[in-house]
């Protein structure tokens, strides 16, 4: 297979995954990131570079964010939004980020394969994605992938962040030039 097969593959595969993604899930995350003070997001691993792309962009939009573990990173409080990008649910840091959030109160998200897994059950809002990992004894609800590994949930993750940015702009009314103004300047 040549390499422009391979990536049309993967192409066809984020398009019918996204068919199977909840437009009210959507939306209650879309919703919860308006209505928090500040927003958390967390990821591990290539889940995590995604989760930063998407701290950015909030960002951008004006929005009080931080992604977690960066040494600037205040304490969490109680109406604050975490919002958690983990395929399988159970990775250990994030498991206990999101413990620790609900001990305090926090409105916990979470974009998952795995909803019944141990962060889904703290989160109040959760994105369903279509994915494979290894990472979980839990049936996924997908059985296989053209891509390695958790690719797919990878790369659709980021499809849905963005989508929800889009959504954000929309309802804030933000331009691209005023979201421009917020990039930075000291690259």
């Not at 250990?92 to 795995?114: D, N, W, Y």
Request: overall charge neutral; cysteine-free.
């Amino acid at each position: 297979m040549s390499q422009s097969a391979h990536l049309l593959a993967i192409i066809k595969e984020l398009e019918e995954d996204a068919k199977h993604i909840e437009q009210e899930q959507l939306d209650k995350l879309t919703e919860a990131i308006l209505r928090a003070k500040r927003i958390f997001v967390a990821g591990a691993g290539r889940s995590g570079f995604v989760a930063r792309a998407f701290s950015n962009r909030l960002m951008h939009l004006g929005f009080t964010v931080y992604f977690v573990g960066e040494p600037t990173t205040p304490s969490i409080q109680q109406d604050d939004l975490l919002i958690i990008g983990s395929g399988s649910g159970e990775t250990k840091s994030l498991v206990t980020m999101a413990q620790t959030a609900s001990r305090i109160g926090t409105k916990i998200a979470t974009i998952t394969i795995f909803p019944e897994n141990t962060i889904g059950r703290l989160a109040k809002v959760i994105v369903t994605i279509p994915g494979v990992t290894a990472k979980s004894d839990a049936q996924s609800n997908k059985k296989e992938s053209v891509q390695p590994l958790g690719s797919s949930f990878e790369q659709l993750t980021w499809l849905v962040y963005d989508s929800i940015i889009m959504e954000l702009q929309k309802k804030t009314g933000q331009t691209n030039e005023q979201m421009f103004a917020r990039h930075a300047n000291l690259e």
